[in-house]
């Protein structure tokens, strides 16, 4: 079953290609230096793969399925009077705290725009009338005002992996806003 929604949707096909061997030793202010590169070309790839546009066909024919998924259940949605909404969380690259030490990371890794998913699905969401809430870019404000990670544990790589207590509340804050507009706007 996940190999076929691997083939079919972006999102599965990202989650596949930011995971990596070693998650726990792994940091990137270390690959940056590169004195303890423990990262592979191939992972390297994948990351620049899973970022950026479509390298081929086979993700640009995910895009165009996981698109249609998202329109098929506005639709739904919408015929039981409810409202749509399409959370983007952040992937730990995209909030790294420090402006010049997330473009070092990015022009390492090949990622010319570490928020083209976003921007993609926000272009999406604008021609279907569908409503999306990009959490990165509030967040990489966050962690460069604040000098804070929102990804890692204190028994993890700081800056990678899951969202820790301060992404959680984040999250949390900006979804509880965006509800809370909600019940304003149709009251």
Not at 135 to 148: G, N, Q
Request: aromatic share 10%; charged share 20%; hydrophobic share 40%.
């Amino acid at each position: 079953m996940h190999a076929f929604f691997s083939r079919h949707l972006r999102i599965v096909q990202i989650v596949d290609r930011l995971r990596m061997p070693g998650l726990r030793t792994w940091n990137w202010p270390q690959y940056v230096g590169g004195a303890k590169d423990k990262v592979t070309g191939s992972w390297l790839r994948q990351q620049s793969e899973a970022l950026g546009p479509p390298l081929d066909g086979e993700f640009e024919s995910a895009w165009a399925v996981t698109e249609a998924l998202l329109a098929e259940m506005d639709k739904d949605v919408k015929q039981h009077s409810a409202r749509f909404l399409i959370v983007l969380v952040t992937s730990p690259l995209q909030v790294y705290p420090g402006k010049k030490e997330r473009h070092a990371i990015q022009k390492k890794l090949g990622v010319t725009d570490a928020l083209y998913i976003n921007h993609r699905l926000e272009e999406f969401g604008q021609s279907h009338r569908i409503d999306i809430l990009s959490l990165a870019e509030p967040f990489m404000d966050y962690a460069d005002a604040h000098k804070v990670f929102l990804h890692g544990f204190a028994n993890t790589a700081e800056g990678f992996g899951h969202w820790n207590e301060n992404g959680h509340l984040l999250a949390g804050h900006a979804i509880a806003i965006k509800a809370c507009q909600y019940m304003i706007h149709d009251n």
